[in-house]
């Protein structure tokens, strides 16, 4: 069973990934915008990745006899300047999630709460992945400069990536 404060602090941590999922929807549909579909694609794909985080924290606040409470999703911003702003936006944004997840452990041990403790491990890992992958797509943005040949070159790299659900 979930203390009051897991609860609300996982129900927040709910609508934060749902944000997420709107705040890349957002940015797939600018680079749709500029005609970028393989950013736009990388972008659609971290959509459901994070629509899929939400929803394992949704089911894991339900099967603790918890309640899942939605609340309103801010809106996301919609206009960038160019392609590279986006993802440092991207970075930055994993980086601030990978904080609120290791601020969901810090509660989690202060509660002694060993089964959200272990949960929460899954995030853990998966926010390195995050990092990982949006800081090197930024790399490679920020290698290319205004090359319009690197440009076409990272779209048609981005436009290959699926999204895979992770089977636990």
């Not at 089911?59 to 996301?76: F, K, S, T, V």
């Not at 452990?105 to 990092?131: G, M, P």
Request: glycine fraction near 2%; charged fraction near 25%; charge should be negative.
């Amino acid at each position: 069973m979930l203390s009051q404060t897991m609860e609300k602090a996982l129900n927040e941590q709910v609508n934060w990934e749902l944000y997420s999922s709107y705040f890349y929807l957002s940015m797939s549909s600018y680079f749709e915008s500029i005609s970028l579909a393989g950013c736009a694609n990388w972008m659609r794909v971290q959509a459901q990745e994070e629509l899929f985080h939400a929803m394992k924290i949704y089911d894991y606040i339900n099967e603790r006899g918890g309640r899942a409470i939605l609340a309103a999703i801010a809106q996301p911003p919609s206009e960038w300047k160019e392609p590279l702003n986006v993802f440092e936006e991207v970075l930055s944004h994993e980086q601030k999630v990978t904080s609120l997840i290791n601020n969901l452990v810090n509660l989690a041990l202060d509660e002694r709460d060993h089964a959200t403790n272990n949960f929460l491990q899954w995030f853990v890992a998966e926010q390195v992945e995050e990092e990982a992958s949006a800081s090197a797509v930024l790399e490679k943005f920020r290698l290319i400069g205004s090359d319009k040949s690197g440009l076409f070159s990272i779209d048609l790299e981005l436009a290959k990536r699926v999204f895979n659900p992770p089977t636990k």
